[in-house]
């Protein structure tokens, strides 16, 4: 006999209520599944060990074995790769290529120098240390060893013993051995003289501009050595009453230095009797880079030399020629009639004439140029206790008459004022012919004493004397 189930008579109506015994059953599981709640329905605990996330790799290319035990090692849990803490990956070492550098937001950094021919094998290239004012000069010889130094792409030879000091944006001084360690009373480091060689190197127009010294008007220009106050006598340098000036004419030389040309100008110049020095000044003039020496020790003149040789100017960004420049290669001065060379000129008053020609052979359009012509120092200058001047009479012709102007330049600037009448333009390919007359005084002594003629712009006294172009005439006094 089979027994049957009865009917269910509670529930929810799916099935047979049941025996007893199942009615208890399910009572209590019911009872059961009541202490399940929401806050329990949470995935296992992770586990204690530290769990290692990968960070993402960009761009990394792995060998397939490898690649194959990376991906078996990680498991996806929530969307985030961690790595399997029951099988661990092999360990393997792995090339990327370097996080991209932040762009700085301060000073930049310093650019490598480009390797320094005697720069040894093996050394490092250099990093140039920029100044305050923003040059870089370096240097790799400090009083020891022959060595190096850079200069706005300017490189040159340091020699042994000498050291090589930044004064400035354009110019570093290159101390001799003899040079002192103390300070001396009229001698600076700025102007290295007279125990060093200062190097100087323009980069821009505006540095050629406004009194810039030196240039190469001071090199080529037939002008004498100007006067300074300061006597640099090499172990005593001192500061001279009134000033010091050349000896004789300057000697000119032009060699050539890695292809480029050189000009040199070199002086005797004296501060009073017993107290003289050379002066040495090169320039390369495309490239506005110039090597200077006043009084330097004759023992140190083979290190100045070899500086001068090694100069390498490949890497140096030439400013090209300042105004004055540019002006003094467009114009040009001659003169002819009773003064020039084998001219005689005699003290007792009589009158010769002489004229000058200015001549514009550039491009350049001058539209106001004033012609300017006076005479300067020599041994015949007859003695003043105020200012030595020559005397006697100098007269420049100006339509039909004449005009008497200064014949010395005496303590102002009053020799430099120009009438507005005598004042003339300069077109490209232009001359002007200006005619003077001078006569010379007993007093004057015998001697050879010269004229300067120049090209200047106007001049009032306001602003400093522009002279364009200047030359300097050689004139025979006799008594």
Same mark, same amino acid.
């Not at 015994?21 to 399940?36: C, G, K, N, P, Q």
């Not at 290319?61 to 035990?69: D, H, M, Q």
């Given at each position: ?10 529930g ?38 530290r ?60 650019t ?39 200069l ?8 042994? #013993?000498?050291? /090589?000091?930044?004064? $400035?944006? +354009?110019?570093?001084?290159?101390? !001799? =051995? &003899?040079?002192?360690t103390?300070? @001396? ?20 127009p ?48 032009r ?20 107290d ?26 083979? #290190?100045?030399? /070899?500086?001068?040789? $090694?100069? +390498?100017?490949?890497?140096?960004? !030439? =400013? &090209?020629?300042?105004?004055?420049? @540019? ?32 001549r514009?052979?550039?491009?350049k ?79 004057? #002594? ?34």
């Amino acid at each position: 006999m089979t027994d049957k189930l009865p009917g269910r008579t509670g529930g929810d109506g799916d099935g047979p209520a049941g025996t007893p015994t199942e009615r208890l059953l399910r009572e209590a599981m019911t009872a059961r599944a009541s202490l399940v709640t929401a806050t329990g329905l949470r995935p296992p605990a992770p586990p204690k060990s530290r769990v290692r996330r990968l960070r993402p790799v960009y761009a990394v290319t792995l060998p397939l074995g490898l690649a194959a035990a990376v991906a078996v090692g990680v498991l996806t849990f929530h969307g985030d790769p961690v790595a399997q803490d029951e099988v661990p990956p092999p360990a393997a070492t792995l090339t990327t290529s370097p996080s991209p550098t932040p762009e700085p937001t301060g000073t930049p950094s310093a650019t490598a120098a480009p390797t320094d021919p005697g720069t040894p094998t093996g050394e490092a290239p250099r990093t140039e240390a920029p100044l305050a004012d923003g040059g870089s000069p370096s240097s790799t010889s400090s009083g020891g060893a022959a060595g190096s130094s850079s200069l706005r792409g300017v490189r040159f030879k340091v020699p042994a #013993g000498w050291k /090589a000091v930044p004064v $400035s944006a +354009d110019r570093v001084c290159v101390l !001799s =051995p &003899g040079a002192p360690t103390d300070p @001396q009373q009229g001698w600076s480091q700025s102007t290295c003289e007279p125990y060093g060689v200062l190097v100087v190197a323009y980069d821009s127009p505006a540095e050629l501009e406004g009194g810039a010294w030196p240039t190469m008007t001071d090199v080529t220009g037939s002008g004498s050595w100007g006067r300074r106050s300061n006597c640099p006598l090499w172990g005593r340098p001192y500061v001279a009453e009134n000033g010091y000036a050349s000896v004789g004419d300057p000697a000119r030389t032009r060699s050539t230095v890695a292809g480029k040309a050189v000009d040199k100008v070199q002086w005797n110049v004296t501060c009073k009797p017993g107290d003289t020095f050379t002066a040495q000044l090169w320039g390369m003039g495309g490239e506005q880079v110039f090597v200077l020496a006043n009084g330097l020790k004759s023992d140190y003149q083979s #290190g100045l030399t /070899a500086i001068v040789n $090694s100069l +390498d100017v490949s890497g140096h960004r !030439s =400013p &090209g020629l300042s105004s004055a420049e @540019q002006a003094a290669k467009d114009l040009s001065i001659t003169v002819e009639g009773g003064i020039g060379a084998g001219q005689k000129v005699s003290t007792d008053g009589t009158p010769v004439t002489f004229t000058v020609t200015y001549r514009n052979t550039g491009q350049k359009t001058y539209p106001q140029l004033q012609p300017l012509v006076y005479t300067t120092e020599y041994a015949g200058t007859p003695p003043n206790v105020v200012l030595p001047m020559n005397k006697g009479k100098l007269e420049r012709q100006d339509g039909g008459g004449w005009t008497e102007i200064p014949l010395s330049m005496g303590g102002g600037m009053d020799y430099a004022v120009v009438s507005g009448k005598a004042r003339f333009p300069l077109a490209p390919g232009e001359t002007r012919k200006v005619t003077y007359r001078m006569a010379l005084d007993p007093v004057d #002594g015998p001697g050879t004493m010269p004229v300067a003629v120049q090209l200047t712009l106007p001049y009032d006294g306001t602003a400093p004397l522009a002279a364009l172009k200047e030359l300097t005439v050689p004139v025979t006094v006799v008594k």
